[in-house]
């Protein structure tokens, strides 16, 4: 009798513990949000002359070098804002999956504009776009591990945000995500400037 009553708490406790990880689809979506957006960033940054990569189609706008030295920053700061939030005490119950597609369409929508914070901001933190290129890829790399092997409750986690009031920790990933197909497009908006260089 003891070892049933032991053998049902163990069981209870793998249920609970297994209710409280990422469905499989949600880790595929975002591995894929995140793979996807790997690919572009590397390939609209692949093959550029210094004078592609330097070029500012305006003094008040970025050139690619900035714009991909901002996605760099920006997804060191969302990661270690789901570490923060992952601290914070779970919300049994939470479920704000309802806005994953709102936060998405929201992130890469050019038409809304947004000002990058100080810390933000690219001020040429890397000494060579090697550098900052294979930075990229080791974070990224590292993030796309995170989803797919953590066993945290990452809805139950959440952090007031100031456009999308609460996101839960996998939302941030997503968010990580968008803010790099964002500024991807960006790259693209430069690149198609009349005066971009052709070499």
Not at 79 to 89: A, C, D, E, I, N
Not at 107 to 112: E, H, L, M, P
Not at 158 to 173: K, N, R, T
Request: net charge neutral; proline share 5%; hydrophobic share 45%.
């Amino acid at each position: 009798m003891r070892q049933m009553i032991l053998m049902i708490a163990l069981l209870a406790a793998f249920n609970i513990a297994s209710a409280a990880t990422l469905t499989q689809g949600e880790r595929d979506r975002a591995m894929s949000s995140l793979h996807a957006t790997r690919k572009q960033f590397l390939d609209e940054t692949a093959g550029l002359s210094d004078a592609q990569w330097n070029f500012k189609p305006a003094p008040d706008r970025w050139s690619i070098a900035e714009c991909a030295e901002h996605i760099v920053l920006t997804e060191e700061a969302l990661f270690q804002m789901v570490q923060k939030v992952l601290k914070s005490p779970a919300v049994p119950g939470t479920d704000l999956s309802a806005n994953d597609e709102a936060v998405m369409k929201m992130i890469v929508d050019r038409s809304r504009k947004a000002q990058a914070a100080e810390s933000l901001k690219p001020t040429h933190r890397w000494k060579t776009r090697a550098e900052l290129i294979d930075h990229f890829k080791k974070i990224r790399d590292e993030h796309i591990a995170f989803i797919r092997d953590t066993q945290e409750d990452l809805r139950a986690h959440v952090s007031p945000h100031p456009v999308f009031h609460q996101l839960d920790a996998y939302q941030w990933i997503l968010l990580m995500a968008g803010h790099s197909e964002r500024h991807v497009a960006q790259i693209r908006e430069v690149k198609a400037d009349p005066k971009y260089p052709r070499q």
